[in-house]
């Protein structure tokens, strides 16, 4: 327990929540942890700790995706309400977070959501959450459907990065509901879209307030997609799906949905050209992504672990064939990159 008279901390079925009184705010914040953020500690606590807003801090300790969870997180929720008195409630949240944020707004029906990157189903094959090891429920419902039966009070605001093959399928399904009580926001960016859009400044300015309109911003820096391709990102997803599953995609298939300038496309393409066996031409694509990703001024601002990954697979793909010379190469142009991470070695002299 904090001795902060401010601060309120409880823990309950699994979940901890920290409750701390703003400066001046009239907003209640209920930000929810991403996964895997370890007991005593809160996902975006130290973000939100620059506003003046009041400010309520959830975790799941069990990584489950909050579910099971809605009547703690109801009664943490009330209880801050009635003892803060906001005038606006704003639940906040990304990945697992941005789950849980979405799913209690549409619950609640009192306060708007401002999510990033959702999965479309928890626990389905190529979502975060199987990826975490969890299992759809039977009759689970999904984030369409939710949206669809959920509380219409409010507006809230879905940004999804259009680059992670997965996300870009679950935006396109949203799309395709046009919802009145969704904003879509699609943007140049991966799954780390939040992660991205602090480092840019535009998280910043948009939870300063809440006022300020986050389309608006993100178009500001050029990362606002005009017009995507829905019905085929909807393909996109429905192929990272199955190949999750375990089921035949053939690179044939990507790129007949012609996002060849998708990193997500890409990255998708040279798995399923792995997974039949094609690995030089896995490697030849990821080379390209690579290089994509670190030369092109489109995808400068892209968090380094978005960057990280494909170069990664391709040194290990290099490394399994053999290719000690290329793979030297790579290595040394990373660590010259990202001299941090040792994943890459020490810069030859």
Excluded: C
Aim: hydrophobic share 40%; charged share 25%.
């Amino acid at each position: 327990m904090n001795d902060d008279p401010a601060i309120f901390e409880g823990e309950s079925e699994g979940l901890a929540w920290r409750r701390i009184a703003g400066r001046g705010s009239r907003t209640l914040a209920v930000v929810f942890s991403q996964v895997r953020v370890p007991k005593g500690k809160f996902g975006l606590s130290r973000l939100f700790a620059r506003t003046a807003h009041h400010g309520l801090f959830l975790n799941d300790l069990t990584g489950g995706w909050y579910r099971d969870q809605e009547r703690v997180i109801d009664e943490a929720v009330d209880d801050a309400i009635k003892t803060l008195k906001p005038d606006r409630i704003v639940y906040y949240g990304s990945s697992m977070g941005g789950w849980g944020a979405l799913v209690t707004a549409l619950r609640r029906g009192d306060g708007k959501a401002v999510v990033f990157a959702p999965d479309l189903l928890v626990g389905e094959p190529g979502s975060r959450s199987a990826m975490a090891g969890l299992s759809p429920h039977p009759d689970e419902a999904s984030l369409t459907k939710l949206v669809a039966t959920g509380s219409k009070h409010h507006r809230h605001d879905l940004v999804f990065g259009l680059f992670d093959a997965y996300d870009a399928g679950t935006a396109a399904s949203l799309a395709a509901l046009d919802h009145p009580s969704i904003n879509l926001v699609p943007v140049a960016s991966t799954h780390e879209v939040h992660d991205h859009l602090y480092s840019i400044n535009v998280i910043r300015r948009v939870i300063s307030t809440f006022d300020r309109a986050i389309e608006t911003e993100i178009a500001s820096k050029g990362l606002l997609i005009e017009n995507p391709d829905w019905p085929q990102l909807a393909r996109l997803g429905a192929l990272a799906r199955q190949m999750a599953s375990g089921e035949r995609v053939t690179s044939i298939e990507i790129e007949a949905l012609g996002l060849s300038g998708n990193p997500g496309a890409m990255e998708l393409a040279a798995r399923a050209d792995l997974l039949s066996g094609d690995t030089s031409r896995a490697i030849h694509r990821l080379e390209k992504l690579v290089r994509r990703l670190h030369d092109e001024p489109d995808y400068a601002t892209i968090t380094k672990r978005s960057k990280k990954a494909p170069a990664l697979m391709l040194l290990d793909l290099l490394r399994r064939e053999g290719r000690e010379k290329d793979m030297a190469a790579l290595t040394q142009e990373l660590a010259l990159r990202y001299p941090e991470d040792g994943r890459f070695g020490p810069v030859s002299s």
